[in-house]
């Protein structure tokens, strides 16, 4: 079965300061997904970023981007000048990749709590 | 523009009691749902998930049930609550094909007392 740990609980930042969240995961599958989500307080969960695993390119959205590192089973996200609105929680997930009738699941991590400071 | 609406947002219940949470998503057809608990410092667990109308796949042996009723409604139920079902219960869907984001409600707290 796949795992998806996040080792950070809680985490801090600066305003304007660029901030590391880690994942690592656990699978025996070669072609797969990864996301990460954020989770703002009192707000609905959105989608920050996604990585397709045969891709070796990370992938980067505005102020967001990861380190995938698949031999390792590694899954970093970096949030460079990091403001306000970034404090949230944040998830990565794992998506095995089910060719015909795919179901989309996602499993999850248990979370980093997120605080930018002024 | 697809939206998805989860309802009610907030409930507390007696021990025993009923539950029945919605969910319903509107601007896309035949969509994937799920519905998610999420407990503090364990993430977010599947509990149901749906591939279509009638047909629901359980995760976790549970006190829950799912219902998929119409193509864009799901609907989480339990006979009697326990206290153990407390929690933060959220919808999600997704299109189909391989690694489809997911698209989540404004999710349900759930107080079981």
């Known amino acids: ?118 | 523009s697809q939206t998805i609406h989860q309802w009610p947002a907030t409930l507390v219940q007696p021990v025993g009691s009923p539950l029945s949470l919605e969910c319903t998503v509107e601007g896309t057809s035949n969509p994937n749902l799920y519905w998610y608990r999420q407990a503090a410092g364990r993430g977010l667990q599947l509990l149901f998930y749906s591939v279509g109308i009638g047909q629901i796949s359980s995760e976790v042996p549970q006190n829950l049930s799912a219902s998929r009723p119409q193509d864009r409604q799901f609907i989480l139920s339990s006979k009697k609550l326990l206290l153990s079902d407390s929690g933060f219960y959220l919808c999600a869907w997704s299109v189909g094909g391989p690694g489809g984001e997911l698209f989540f409600g404004e999710g349900s707290r759930l107080t079981v007392l």
């Open chain 1, 1 to 118: 079965a796949q795992t998806v740990t996040q080792s950070q609980p809680e985490m801090s930042v600066q305003e304007a300061e660029t901030v590391t969240l880690s994942c690592t995961y656990d699978t025996s599958e070669n072609n797969y997904y990864l996301f990460w989500y954020k989770q703002p307080p009192s707000r609905q969960m959105i989608l920050v970023i996604r990585q397709e695993a045969y891709k070796q390119q990370n992938a980067t959205e505005n102020r967001f981007s990861v380190n995938f590192q698949k031999a390792a089973k590694s899954f970093s996200l970096k949030i460079s000048d990091s403001q306000l609105g970034d404090t949230a929680m944040y998830f990565c997930a794992f998506m095995n990749s089910q060719m015909g009738g795919a179901t989309n699941k996602l499993i999850f991590g248990t979370g980093t709590l997120l605080a930018v400071q002024p």
